[in-house]
């Protein structure tokens, strides 16, 4: 059986207000503050074939804890972290081989992104950058690496934070989603009738 990948889109009005396309188009990773929002998000992916990878990030301790996990949830080989070690390059690999489906595609979706990018994932890396810049931008290289293949691949953020901080990844840095781009948006309800 002849398999083909899905059409990525048809540059299309219709295709420009898909929440796929959106965030694709800027980058491939979007970051939300309010629950429902994500949940929303969530749903409708969902709805279109993605397959959803859920991480809590709060237990994210430690760096051997953070890519201890992505591998259980993404069933990473047996190989992973033992020939190589965990570290980004290993998760470069290993995500590039996810198997993504033809008729929708995957979204990890990290939950409570700012509490290891506060803890654990502040720590700086020989380059320069956080440990947890540096995890998103491999996923965000992942985003591009299956666009070249005719897959789709993204990445939602949650952050209880709405003033967080990301350096840009993959080249671009990454943009809040569609309902919450207005810093209005990030206020919670009892500082907007102070406002």
Known sequence: MLLHAMTL????????????WQTLRDGGVALYWRQEYLAD???????????????DCERWRSEDEMYSDIGRVLRFSEWWGREWG?????LDDCLT?????DDGGAVLVLNRFNVYASGSGSALMHSGRTEAE??????AGACRFFLLNGKRFMVLVQTENPDIQIGSLGGRSPVWNRREWLNAKRKPESLKETS
């Open 134 to 139: 540096v995890v998103l931008d491999v996923m």
């Open 97 to 101: 081989d996810l198997p993504i489906r």
């Open 41 to 55: 998000d969530v749903r409708w992916l969902a709805g279109q074939n993605y397959d959803i990878y859920n991480f």
């Open 9 to 20: 889109f048809n540059n299309s009005p219709e295709d420009w207000q898909r929440l796929d």
């Open 86 to 90: 965990h570290n980004a390059d290993a």
